[in-house]
């Protein structure tokens, strides 16, 4: 056989394998994730309960895993992004409402004046959410929450706040779903708040998004049926508020649940005391030059008494510094 | 060409021929529907709305149709199913609780004394509802009503109360979900007794079920976390209350809804509220041979403002004595 054509035929047998290397590296899942012990225990989770026939194997129908957002999908320091939209939404109603100038806490989070607002406690932030998240239909409240995500940067890294979602969690809620998985968002903060963003930055439609819900009411407003958003809680969807809303809104119990917070606790003991394989993780903030480093001192996102019950029972904790290349998609992978 | 040839070559195009009707036949959709302007109307729209390209074409994520289920999917006579569940329940519990011998409204239940039972008003029906609905987990409950339903029969019609679904609205679920539509109950009926069967016998996932609702709590009982269920009313999903919670538990406006009584009214001015193609339909209850008949004056399933609105705005209205080939499954189609 003459050289030239070897030559040829075996650079082509390289390329072939090369095309085969590179069509897998692009297939790899979860590409945000290092090598480790969290990264290992998804993928196992993964392969054994969709391995038909296997010992684990789970119906896609009851597929169902569930996200809590606040530290878990997304950022919340400084302050939960949605207390930041509330500010930035008072200023916004402020020319309606003269009165807020001299009204405390209004007056107080118009002037950037943490210390007075912080003192107002949460009965003060409470007032702040109300007035910025209620007596609006659910159409406007909406269109209000979507027009700041378009417009409005996150303090310390300039960027929108869509932008600080997580990209390992981002790509392991694409990878669940292309394994049948349903996922789900239980959340602290409010529902209508989620939705106007979710689909688009999570793939998570509306019927997914679960959280903490102001009561709403059909008025009909010039002979047209609209829901009116009352200055009235109706229901805070935290701590043991997650498994009940859950039983409610999904009516199965999850198998796969990820958590960072105390906040979390219940819904991941409930996960996980159904039968068959189950799967429980906490983000843990270890990293306080890309993101922000806190746990069990933390006013926002306390992680302790959860942390002990993960170490006790083996749940997975990601350590976010050693375990995740990039926190965001604008981070460079390292 | 050889006669025989000839007659065989006819012989096979006509098999052919009639192979092609018969899967042409067996595809044809709503069968248990007679042509008619219901019929018409359902079939306009899903063609309309599933035209890509059309004018009114609506895409598939939007596509959520809501149905009411008592009097809608089921029947409702001679009193809501779930009562009579309830009722017999109260059997079934009796023995634990010796007192309710001469406690009303539990005695008069109990005898099957049904004027007394009437004269304790709605009170006492909540009461019987309350005892045999609450004060257990969230798994025992519907274990109880997966056994009943297995078991109960129907006092007029001798066959289980599951059987008395309508053929043509399960039809209509099928039809809907083959052309891309997400089908959801938002039913008055209490959330978890609907959600024991509605797979099984409608192809509705728990999660795409919405009803009343009783406070449920995150417990520990011996170190296991379960759901209890308190004897303390959470959600009355009916008339106003339907609108309130499709938001809340779908977060999009239907394009498609069918109820059946007054209760619906809200959910299908809500649902034609919306911009583009919207479908309203109730069914009327104009039977009494194969199932019952009845409308404005009737206690249970009362249709009048609803009828109203309905003529006057040109939604489609069911007349099922004429336009049902047959009610349930186990009629003789006519």
Redesign the interface.
Known sequence: MNLSIRFAQRCYAMLALLLIACAAHAQTPLPSWNEGPSRQAILEFVDAVTKEGGPDYVAP?DRIAVFDNDGTLWSEQPMYFELIFAMDELKVLAPQHPEWKQEQPYKAALEGDRQTLAASGKEGLLKIVGVTHTNMT?QVFSNEVKQWVKTAKHPRFKQPYTSLTFAPMRELLYYLRGNGF?TYIVSGGE??FM?AWAQDVYGI???Q?IGT?FT???QMQDG????MRLPKLDYNDDG??K??SI??????QPIFAFGNSDGDL?ML??TM?GPGKRFAGLVRHTDAKREWAYDRDSQIGKLDKALDEANSKGWVVVDMAREWKRIYAFDMPR
């Not at 047209?224 to 829901?227: A, D, E, F």
């Not at 039983?247 to 199965?252: E, H, L, M, P, S």
């Open positions: 129908v659910t349903k529902v209508e939705r439609p509306p019927e998004v819900t709403t009411e059909f047209k049926p609209v829901l043991p508020g498994p009940v039983n409610k809104f999904i009516g199965r219940q003991q409930w005391a």
